[in-house]
């Protein structure tokens, strides 16, 4: 009855011989899945992720009983890959279920120093739009770019920040970043930031912009929404499932619906989308209570439809 989940990246790791020996054992596998972004999208990943994590991924699909996703659409994503991989019929045997994250700040210290450099920002005059992730092309920082220069040729006073860390495959923009003309000034960008001056952030910018191509979740949705900060997102799956009518979506094809939609959103002060008075999302306490649920719900499930199957298997005997 043991079950094994493997609730961490686990494609670099080297325990498949330790995972198999325990399946052999009688213990279930469970695979907890983020995204399959380095199959889906490998032109965003570093080519070593993605031959590492396709043989990863074909190992945990015939190794794993069971999946545990963080959405529905990473969930629906799992399925299709697993019956390209193994056929219709071996990938029924596999359960699926999914679960949330939760939005707090775990990392945030009542005595940890703001970023100074986020702070003098805040005190200058002029909303700030902010982008909250990791610096690499899936992100589509460079979309905003594009955006906000068109705001700033049609004089609008709105600035932008991005804060994250530095990520692969980003050289090219990180250096027009830096040398863009408006760099510290309406263009900022704070790479080493704890999680105090990011809730600070959140608390003060005018909305969060997130141009994603491709994510598993977008974790700085639900974290912005949960403290009252609209979100303008890229109209893809996932936001929409996370988001719902709760956020601005825009045209990944044209910079110009985001732009335009700031305009909107600065002259009216009327934000395009369904008021935050009415958002609530859980934390991380229910995110795991979510997973050991559904989890336990699809061993249970696993175990009826092997008992039923014994059944005909011994009724055609």
């Known amino acids: 009855g043991d079950q094994l989940l493997l609730l961490d990246s686990s ?10 020996r325990l399946k052999r054992q009688g213990v279930g596998i469970i695979s907890v899945i983020y995204d399959l972004i380095p199959l889906t999208h490998p032109q965003f990943c570093d080519a070593g992720l993605v031959q590492v994590f396709d043989r990863w991924f074909d190992w945990v699909s015939r190794t794993a009983d069971g999946f545990m996703a963080i959405s529905r659409t990473v969930s629906e994503q799992v399925q299709d890959e697993l019956r390209q991989r193994l056929g219709r019929a071996d990938a029924e045997k596999r359960w699926h279920g999914h679960f949330y994250l939760g939005s707090e700040l775990d990392l945030k210290r009542p005595t940890a120093a703001l970023h100074p450099g986020v702070q003098r920002m805040f005190r200058a005059d002029g909303p700030v739009y902010l ?48 040398r863009h003309p408006q760099h510290n000034k309406r263009l900022f960008m704070f790479n080493n930031v704890n999680d105090t001056s990011l809730e600070f952030a959140y608390s003060h910018a005018r909305a969060l ?22 979100v303008m997102a890229s109209d893809i799956p996932v936001f929409r499932e996370v988001g719902q009518d709760f ?24 934000f395009p989308a369904r008021s935050l008075e009415d958002w609530q999302w859980i934390d991380w306490t229910q995110a795991a209570r979510q997973l050991i649920q559904g989890t336990l719900q699809g061993i249970a499930g696993q175990a009826k439809n092997l008992r039923a199957e014994a059944v005909l298997d011994a009724d055609r005997t």
């Open 209 to 230: 912009v997130f141009p994603s191509h491709a994510e598993g979740f977008g974790l700085p949705l639900v974290e912005a929404m949960q403290r009252g900060l609209p």
């Open 11 to 20: 494609w670099h790791a080297d325990f498949f011989p330790l995972a198999e």
């Open 131 to 178: 982008m909250v992730s990791t610096v690499e092309p899936r992100k589509n920082h460079a979309y905003l770019l594009d955006a906000f220069e068109r705001l700033w040729a049609a004089g609008s006073p709105v600035r932008l920040c991005f804060i994250g860390k530095i990520g692969w495959k980003c050289e090219a923009l990180v250096e027009r970043i830096k």
């Open 247 to 270: 956020v601005a979506y825009f045209d990944l094809a044209d910079p110009q619906s985001l732009a335009g939609m700031i305009l909107e959103f600065e002259r009216s002060q009327h």
